[in-house]
């Protein structure tokens, strides 16, 4: 089993910066492919970013490419997502995961992720 704490959420003005973090515990001996979420109010969980267990492969959703970068440090055990010029319509709630152990790369599909998160809000006013 491995947890998952999301940090670095926020409310920042249309054009600025957050940080998330992704802070993994408990079974971290595993390495995990791991991606990022988020979920707008009255909208479905859709996909950000995801990263492989050994940070080499990356992949993006069409609407965060050029903006958003997916990264990890495996000896702190944390997933991070640097989003740059942040739009009104990136407000959401953030969440991490984690795929089972033994996958090397990401995915955009919710349901390959079976470790989750409680999330972080991002505000971005206009």
């Known amino acids: 089993q491995v947890q998952l704490v999301e940090s670095g959420g926020g409310l920042v003005q249309a054009g600025g910066s957050l940080r998330l973090s992704c802070a993994a515990s408990g079974r971290t001996s595993s390495r995990y492919a791991m991606g990022w979420f988020r979920q707008a109010p009255g909208k479905e969980r859709e996909f950000v970013a995801a990263?492989?267990?050994?940070?080499?492969?990356?992949s993006y959703a069409e609407f965060v490419k050029g903006r958003f970068t997916i990264s990890r440090d495996n000896a702190k055990n944390t997933v991070y997502l640097q989003m740059n010029s942040l739009r009104p319509e990136d407000t959401a709630v953030y969440y991490c995961?984690?795929?089972?152990?033994?996958?090397?790369?990401?995915?955009?599909?919710?349901?390959?992720?079976?470790?989750w998160g409680p999330g972080t809000q991002v505000n971005v006013s206009s």
């Open positions: 990263i492989s267990w050994g940070g080499g492969s990356k």
């Open positions: 995961a984690a795929r089972p152990p033994g996958y090397y790369s990401g995915s955009d599909s919710r349901t390959d992720y079976d470790h």
